[in-house]
């Protein structure tokens, strides 16, 4: 199993940044991507943007392309999401989750393809 905590979330204005952190533990070796998704009031869990550990490729959506950087520190198992330019759009609670188990095709977009989840961070940006 492996565990994973959330954290960073606070209210900011818009325009303004964050950087989220999630720290995994329990069995971290088998981990073959971490994920972060949001889920705002009402709304389903969309995808924001996944690492795979092998190589260190990423992955955005496109409506936080460019304002978004994922990153890892491996050593510290951990993930980290920079957020700037932050709108009122990203309003929402952020999620991290990890794949433990190798697939021949990494589906970092979808929710169900991921084993594990943090319990969340909200993060309200104000207009």
């Known amino acids: 199993h492996v565990q994973l905590v959330e954290s960073g979330g606070s209210l900011v204005q818009a325009g303004g940044s964050l950087r989220l952190s999630c720290i995994a533990s329990?069995?971290?070796?088998?981990?073959?991507?971490f994920g972060w998704f949001r889920q705002a009031p009402g709304k389903e869990r969309e995808f924001v943007s996944a690492i795979k550990m092998s190589d260190d490729n990423t992955y955005y959506d496109d409506s936080v392309k460019g304002r978004f950087t994922i990153s890892s520190d491996n050593g510290k198992n951990t993930v980290y999401l920079q957020m700037n330019n932050l709108k009122s759009a990203d309003t929402a609670v952020y999620y991290c989750?990890?794949?433990?188990?190798?697939?021949?095709?990494?589906?970092?977009?979808?929710?169900?393809?991921?084993?594990?989840w943090g319990q969340g961070t909200q993060v309200p940006v104000s207009s």
């Open positions: 989750a990890v794949r433990a188990r190798h697939t021949p095709v990494l589906y970092v977009r979808s929710p169900m393809w991921y084993d594990y």
């Open positions: 329990g069995r971290t070796s088998s981990v073959v991507a």
